[in-house]
């Protein structure tokens, strides 16, 4: 189903709703843009992501969140359609209490449904209906907040603490505590701050307080004096414009959704809607290593997550899933990924490979798969899918090659990166902090890495047959030493995370020569010349051959599917284009010929000369942790700690600009309702 036809749905049956409660549409006409608002992002997140849910199961959510939110908002207008403004007597507002708690339950009731093997639709839908009743809660108690005026204040202030308490208490070694501390803390704040709000637009619209209503449009002036000075000072400290434009907009829309009486609802239902339903990944059809006919020639791929095709926006079905041992299996096999793409048509007809002759791919390569993971340990117990037992990448080729008698007519081997960190590497540039000032310590662990890589490549060279050619592919290098204004990383950390990718090519190189297989050196450099790095030039980065931060949630339980940890494995991987590049590529090497002969192995060749930073970075005047005249701070702590503490200062940083922008923001929404109301009622 595409984006489109879950919007006319949204908007027919909000219709419908509408026309059949016509004597309440004022009561319902907030949750029609609501309902309305939640189809329009289902469309965009629909059309962007790809959503693999079916069509019938999006149908089946939206209709069940439009008649949970027009039976709750119907029966409070018929409750209060007598009622003082005041909030009406009390069996009516604990009538309306009652409904939300009980659309509440209803959304725990199904979660729990779900949770214990129900269906997908129900957890999606559970979870929508018991985040819309807390919003409807909330929308009921600021109707009936007069009787208790101000007690958001507490609220806020306890919350705001809360959140200070966290961020000062997230050291390295207690994070998790700190961040749940600092979760409830703002869930108070919402709380409070919506109570708050709901007292301050009664004040600027009381009609007995000429002062308070005069102040409205002055307020609503220094809210957009204060939002730009935030904008400025987050440009100040390094965020681009661009960014702190997006941060500020942002904001305000979060705001505006937690000042209006009813709207916080819809926005949350939104963005749980596209979290945990709309961007899970796609999936296709069954992985080709267990699909290989009887007696047929194959391509083998051994290695890692860059020759699996990590980074693509759909996998074969069951090698992105997290969950029990029974169906976990993260090796993440994209049907966009080179290996299978060289066994497309070549351009004129005929086959790519007419050199090779295979007809099929025995696709082992796993995402993040180390050496040892070629000969010695399965990565999965659901590894290989649909076997009977866990095992490393050349014993499932053992076993195709004795069960189906298929016939390996070339091999390539992608392994080396994990075993160089790559997965740490990547997560601490990406994070705040300049990641080059601890690189010292990855080119010190590149040392080790030839000797990880030998039994690895021995062992692919006892199972593939005598005279199969047997290719090593470098890793592409993913951006370009220069910094652009879109990325998030630092000069520093542009010139180290290219030159890191060259020392590691150079390690590969030398352990690939040594065991008598060919280097498709070409391969490093693919990206370069089609401009397909990360800041080759500053056009769109989706015109890119590399992913820079890119999201697709694993499939599973939800808890798997939300956890923002699952989200960013596609970052820093090459996508579609970029394997479409590499199939090019090596297309060209594998043709030309003279490549595809034996070489012998060379085990006397000496092992590559690693670098030091300052020889990486091309100065000896580089403040870094192996720098022992021009050391920075925190050099004593491990990768993930360093990062943690990068990450709360930058948040500290970043604090005063955004409370800024908060208040700001607010300041205009709290005008602009309370004039709203003033004027409208």
């Known amino acids: 189903m595409s984006g489109l036809d879950v919007l006319i749905v949204a908007v027919v049956a909000t219709a419908a709703i509408a026309w059949l409660h016509r004597s309440q549409l004022g009561a319902l006409q907030h949750f029609a843009l609501a309902a309305f608002g939640l189809g329009a992002a289902e469309a965009v997140v629909l059309g962007v992501a790809g959503s693999c849910r079916v069509g019938q199961g999006v149908m089946i959510a939206l209709a069940a969140l439009l008649l949970i939110g027009a039976a709750v908002l119907w029966f409070r207008s018929r409750n209060h359609s007598t009622d003082p403004p005041g909030g009406g007597p009390a069996l009516a507002r604990w009538r309306c209490l009652a409904t939300t708690v009980v659309v509440i339950g209803l959304g725990v009731a199904l979660v729990s449904w779900w949770a214990n093997s129900g269906p997908e639709v129900a957890g999606f839908v559970g979870i929508a209906a018991a985040v819309y009743g807390v919003g409807q809660l909330l929308a009921e108690l600021r109707r009936q907040h007069q009787h208790s005026a101000w007690v958001g204040v507490p609220l806020t202030t306890v919350g705001a603490s809360a959140i200070v308490v966290g961020l000062v208490a997230a050291t390295p070694g207690a994070a998790k505590p700190a961040l749940i501390t600092a979760g409830i803390g703002i869930a108070l704040c919402i709380v409070g701050w919506s109570l708050v709000s709901e007292d301050v637009i009664r004040l600027f619209g009381a009609q007995n307080r000429p002062l308070a209503s005069r102040a409205v449009i002055p307020a609503s002036v220094a809210g957009l004096v204060l939002a730009g000075t935030a904008a400025a000072e987050l440009v100040v400290i390094g965020v681009s414009w661009r960014q702190a434009i997006a941060i500020v907009f942002v904001l305000a829309v979060l705001t505006g959704a937690v000042t209006a009486n009813t709207s916080i609802d819809a926005f949350i239902i939104v963005f749980i809607a596209a979290l945990a339903w709309s961007v899970a990944p796609t999936e296709t059809g069954s992985p080709p290593n267990i699909e290989p006919s009887e007696g047929e020639s194959v391509i083998v791929a051994f290695g890692d997550s860059f020759i699996s095709g990590e980074g693509a926006d759909r996998f074969y079905e069951g090698t992105n899933v997290r969950g029990d041992d029974s169906i976990h299996n993260e090796c993440r096999r994209s049907p966009t990924a080179y290996v299978p793409r060289l066994l497309e048509q070549a351009p004129g007809g005929g086959d790519r490979l007419p050199s090779v002759g295979a007809k099929n791919v025995a696709f082992l390569g796993c995402s993040g798969a180390q050496a040892i993971d070629i000969y010695e340990s399965s990565q999965y117990p659901n590894e290989p899918i649909g076997g009977d037992e866990a095992l490393p990448q050349t014993e499932q080729l053992k076993r195709l090659m004795d069960r189906r008698s298929v016939q390996p007519a070339l091999a390539l081997v992608n392994i080396g990166g994990n075993d160089a960190l790559f997965g740490e590497i990547g997560k601490a540039c990406v994070l705040p902090g300049d990641c080059s000032e601890i690189g010292q310590k990855w080119l010190d662990n590149l040392a080790t890495l030839g000797d990880k890589l030998a039994p690895a490549y021995a062992a692919i060279d006892e199972v593939i047959p005598a005279g199969v050619p047997i290719l090593v592919v470098p890793y592409p290098i993913a951006l370009n030493e220069d910094r652009c204004s879109w990325s998030q990383l630092s000069d ?190």
């Open 492 to 681: 520093d950390e542009h010139l180290f995370l290219n030159r890191f990718t060259q020392q590691l090519n150079d390690v590969i190189r030398v352990a690939a020569t040594r065991a008598g297989f060919a280097f498709v050196d070409q391969v490093e450099d693919a990206f370069e010349e089609p401009r397909l790095r990360i800041c080759d030039t500053n056009k769109d980065p989706e015109e890119l051959g590399v992913n820079f931060i890119a999201t697709n949630p694993t499939a599973g339980r939800l808890e798997e599917r939300i956890n923002p940890q699952r989200w960013f494995h596609n970052s820093l991987h090459p996508n579609h284009r970029g394997h479409e590049r590499m199939r090019n590529v090596l297309t060209e090497w594998i043709e030309t010929p003279g490549h595809l002969d034996p070489i012998g192995p060379q085990p006397d060749l000496p092992p590559a000369r690693i670098r030091t930073l300052d020889q990486l970075m091309g100065t000896d005047d580089y403040a870094h942790c192996g720098n022992a005249l021009r050391q920075p701070p925190d050099c004593h702590l491990e990768t993930n700690q360093w990062s943690t503490k990068k990450a709360v200062g930058h948040l500290w940083r970043l604090a005063p600009p955004i409370v800024l922008a908060l208040l700001g923001v607010w300041l205009m929404w709290v005008g602009g309702i309370s004039e709203w109301r003033r004027r409208f009622g």
